[in-house]
């Protein structure tokens, strides 16, 4: 492994903080203490990014230590017709558009047996919000997969198809969610938060639930005794005060029910979509400033997530010190951002990705879909050509 990134010595690093003006913000990180609403902003508001990032590096490594988490996991995006029209989205489809598709058991089947050699440990499944296809088709998706194996978790639904499931199914909250164990859901992701402010609800996904519905719904999953992880969508039209607005609604969540496994930033990118006028390519300085406050204002979230398929694998590598102790897994042919024109590969193998994270300084882990620890990675790569 590579030398590994160390945080400056206490001296030199309240000099940098000092003058960024973070000094009290500081103290309150070195202390434990729990970072304020005007603290977040500060940290936004702020052009000294280094400090910024350093704090972040610090909790990072006090959680962490040099450990970077990966898994082995596979994406399946099982349909692209949508009931919404949400102006973010570039992966959605009209019923009867020659892109449109929806899979049922057997494709779904078939995928999951195509990567039979990947030997992979989870299977990421979310979607449109089908209009014709009703409460049954959701839990044949969650059987499909295990079907074809048994022994892979299911991590599935955003809190948008959730919360489809419970207004169709005819069924109480209780009988839905022991239906989905039953069919063998394992945990969910975080999709379909975007950020937690109804201004930003209506201008961009007014279809769809809105950020009071999202917690709701956050809630019962999590009261079901299902983890999940939770994310935001930033660069579009969202303001520095409502990210924090985004981040505190979360940690209060984790506060009352704690089944948040990750907080994910999720970057925007805007092309084929209904913001591509007005939209731009996130920057790496606003991707390493996302992640960093992430980690400085969750301080009950035990991990932060650098997508790399959002943030290209060179900003997710860097992101590992701007404090992301994950940088998420194998994925392979994710249809939703590509569909947004994100420039990252569909899929990276497990050698690349132990790679990056030796590279940066890091010991690379690969984990479960709920973080056990499956292998700390020793043995020396074959080297890249």
Request: charged share 25%; net charge negative.
């Amino acid at each position: 492994m590579n030398q590994r990134y160390e945080p400056l010595d206490p001296a030199v690093a309240r000099r940098l903080v000092d003058r960024a003006g973070l000094a009290d913000v500081f103290d309150k990180v070195e202390s434990g203490v729990r970072l304020s609403p005007e603290d977040g902003l500060r940290l936004y508001e702020t052009p000294h990014l280094a400090a910024v990032g350093h704090l972040a590096h610090r909790v990072r490594l006090r959680r962490h230590g040099h450990k970077a988490y990966f898994n082995n996991n596979i994406h399946i995006n099982y349909t692209n017709v949508c009931q919404y029209s949400c102006k973010f989205c570039a992966f959605a489809a009209k019923e009867g558009e020659p892109r449109a598709y929806t899979m049922y058991g057997a494709d779904i089947e078939r995928k999951l047996r195509e990567y039979d050699d990947l030997a992979p440990t989870e299977v990421h499944m979310v979607a449109g919000i089908h209009p014709r296809e009703g409460y049954d088709y959701y839990l044949e998706v969650v059987r499909a997969a295990k079907r074809a194996r048994p022994d892979i978790h299911v991590k599935a639904f955003t809190m948008v198809e959730i919360d489809h499931m419970l207004k169709i199914s005819g069924k109480t909250e209780d009988d839905v969610f022991a239906d989905l164990r039953e069919a063998g859901l394992g945990s969910c992701p975080g999709g379909g938060a975007e950020v937690l402010v109804d201004r930003v609800h209506k201008a961009t996904f007014r279809d769809k639930i809105g950020p009071q519905q999202w917690l709701d719904t956050a809630r019962k999953v999590q009261r079901h005794g299902f983890k999940m992880n939770a994310t935001m969508l930033y660069g579009h039209i969202e303001r520095p005060h409502e990210r924090v607005q985004h981040l505190v609604q979360l940690r209060e969540l984790q506060d009352e029910c704690g089944g948040f496994m990750a907080y994910i930033p999720l970057a925007f990118w805007p092309f084929h979509t209904g913001l591509e006028r007005h939209g731009h390519v996130t920057t790496g300085w606003m991707d390493m400033r996302e992640i960093a406050v992430g980690r400085l204002m969750l301080d009950n979230f035990p991990n932060i997530k650098a997508y790399w398929i959002m943030l290209t694998p060179e900003s997710a590598q860097t992101a590992l010190s701007f404090g992301a102790n994950d940088i998420d897994g194998t994925v392979t042919e994710e249809k939703i951002t590509h569909d947004a024109g994100t420039t990252s590969p569909e899929r990276m193998n497990r050698d690349d990705l132990i790679r990056l994270i030796r590279e940066a300084g890091y010991q690379p882990v690969q984990r479960t879909t709920t973080y056990e620890e499956i292998e700390v990675v020793d043995a020396p790569l074959a080297p890249s050509h």
